[in-house]
């Protein structure tokens, strides 16, 4: 368990290519995602699923009362908040995910809802052989602090009236519970971290006057309290369950949600979906936000709902995780055992993406 924990790697750096967003506007309404592997539905072995996910989930929920709206999902997998607004991991016509969001939400105004999830990425690379490289955290989480309200500051001048749903992260190196003494300390070291990285995310959120999909809690990611029995593990404190129970972190050693994880992340979503749209744009956000003082309240034991949808959408294509499908293969940095565990713990929960290990 110690070495498959210890696959810690690069998000995807596969390449990949965007419908421009320049179409002619339409008359219809559209569901707008955005953000990175999560966003585009990743499942190790698989690739990404722009229509299933978390995202497929929220789809279904709108088409209840929307039946003709459309998804438009332009997620990168590997997407950081730099990359986002600079472009450099997924290839678009407009050079960067945020200038193809804009220039297709400026080109549709029926626009229903605008999801984003980001900022994991930023600080996943930190863990190396090498050891931690805590200047890399300091820097990646600074970057998130600073860019990503430039990025929700784009959308929202975009689209002033458009609802903008921004989630958190949950997390998954609390699997390093699992490995005994050494691996407990480092899960709870992660806790605190990971409620830095979430709290740049909403205070960025609340700049906009957008609500924060609140997916950590939905993973009862505090919890060290409450145990549940988890097969072949035994009793295990439930935010380490929830891991083990809603992605492949436990069972493949890759940070990914499986479909109960991403039934639970779109119903974190869809619970914080305003019911009215903002009439008027709210302030500027500002480039410093501050980072919470508190824990998130445990939201105890949801149950797992399942939700896709098969709309057609346009957007990069199906990335799978190595060469033979287009892929590129990934960096696995071997040999650093649980300090290299503890150092994408000490990230902050970010969602680092853990090589699948190859037969």
Request: negative net charge; charged residues 10%; contains cysteine.
């Amino acid at each position: 368990m110690a070495s498959a924990l210890a696959l810690v790697v690069a998000a995807s750096g596969a390449t990949v290519f965007a419908q421009s967003a320049s179409a002619a506007p339409s008359t219809g309404s559209y569901y707008v995602a955005l953000g990175d592997s999560l966003a585009a539905g990743y499942q190790p072995g698989v690739g990404d699923d722009k229509t299933g996910g978390y995202v497929g989930g929220v789809l279904a929920h709108l088409k209840q009362t929307e039946p003709g709206v459309q998804l438009e999902n332009l997620a990168c997998s590997g997407e950081t908040t730099g990359t986002m607004l600079d472009g450099g991991k997924c290839t678009y016509p407009e050079g960067n995910q945020v200038a193809a969001a804009v220039d297709f939400l400026k080109a549709h105004s029926q626009v229903s809802l605008i999801t984003l999830d980001i900022g994991a990425n930023n600080v996943q690379t930190c863990a190396t052989t090498n050891g931690i490289d805590m200047a890399c955290v300091v820097k990646g989480l600074q970057e998130v602090a600073t860019q990503l309200p430039t990025i929700v500051g784009k959308l929202r001048a975009a689209a002033p009236n458009a609802r903008i749903v921004v989630a958190n992260y949950y997390n998954p190196f609390l699997a390093a519970w699992l490995l005994g003494t050494d691996g407990q300390t480092l899960a709870k070291s992660a806790v605190a971290l990971q409620e830095q990285l979430n709290g740049s995310i909403a205070s960025a959120a609340k700049g906009i006057d957008a609500p924060t999909a609140d997916v950590a809690t939905a993973f009862s990611s505090t919890d060290f309290t409450d145990m549940v029995n988890v097969p072949p593990f035994g009793d295990i404190p439930l935010n380490v369950a929830r891991i083990c129970q809603w992605t492949w972190m436990c069972s493949k050693q890759n940070i990914h949600a499986n479909d109960a994880g991403y039934a639970e992340m779109a119903k974190a979503v869809i619970a914080a979906i305003p019911a009215v749209p903002p009439t008027s744009p709210p302030t500027s956000p500002t480039s410093s936000p501050t980072s919470p003082t508190s824990s998130p309240t445990s939201s105890g034991s949801p149950t797992s709902t399942s939700g896709t949808a098969t709309s057609t959408t346009t957007g990069p294509p199906i990335i799978t995780d190595g060469g033979a499908s287009g892929g590129s293969n990934d960096e696995v940095l071997v040999g650093a055992g649980i300090a290299a565990v503890g150092a994408a713990a000490i990230a902050g929960g970010a969602l680092a993406r853990i090589r699948r290990r190859r037969d």
